[in-house]
């Protein structure tokens, strides 16, 4: 199972190209899947990571609800090539969807990565303050 954590940042180019975090690319592989994530941003996938979330996708009961994540995810993932500068083309869609502009974070999320326009992350991080951390912890029965 693929390990991703940490926190990068890079720039994506006005024709959508951005570097692949050197410390992201060997688990990613050369190619790997691109998709609209939660929250506003994008997720990346290896390969096999990918397989297993359509996997799961595939098992769920098939209804209304069933049909509309299936849809969300699978009809906004694109496969992706790194090119010899370590770079990747982000579809122009795929950019609209995030808001992808100029500065770009990468968040390492245990089996996916999230790409993140700066700014909205930012947003996201000042939303989740420590208390409210805390209590969701609590919640979920984690503690330190």
């Known amino acids: 199972m693929a390990m991703f954590m940490g926190q990068y940042e890079h720039s994506i180019d006005t024709k959508g190209r951005v570097i692949i975090p050197a410390k992201y690319r060997e688990e990613l592989g050369e190619n790997f899947v691109v998709t609209r994530g939660l929250d506003g941003c994008l997720f990346l996938y290896p390969q096999a990571e ?65 790409v993140w326009d700066k700014e909205r992350l930012h947003q996201q991080d000042v939303q989740q303050d420590d208390e409210a951390l805390e209590e969701t912890m609590d919640e979920l029965g984690i503690s330190l």
């Not at 299936?70 to 122009?92: C, N, T």
Request: aromatic share 6%.
């Open 50 to 114: 990918w397989q297993n979330f359509v996997e799961k996708l595939q098992k769920l009961p098939s209804n209304q609800n069933t049909r509309k994540m299936q849809r969300q995810f699978l009809s906004k993932a694109m496969e992706v090539a790194v090119d010899k500068q370590g770079r990747i083309l982000v579809p122009s869609l795929l950019r609209e969807i995030a808001a992808l502009e100029k500065d770009v974070v990468f968040v390492g999320m245990m089996n996916r990565i999230e």
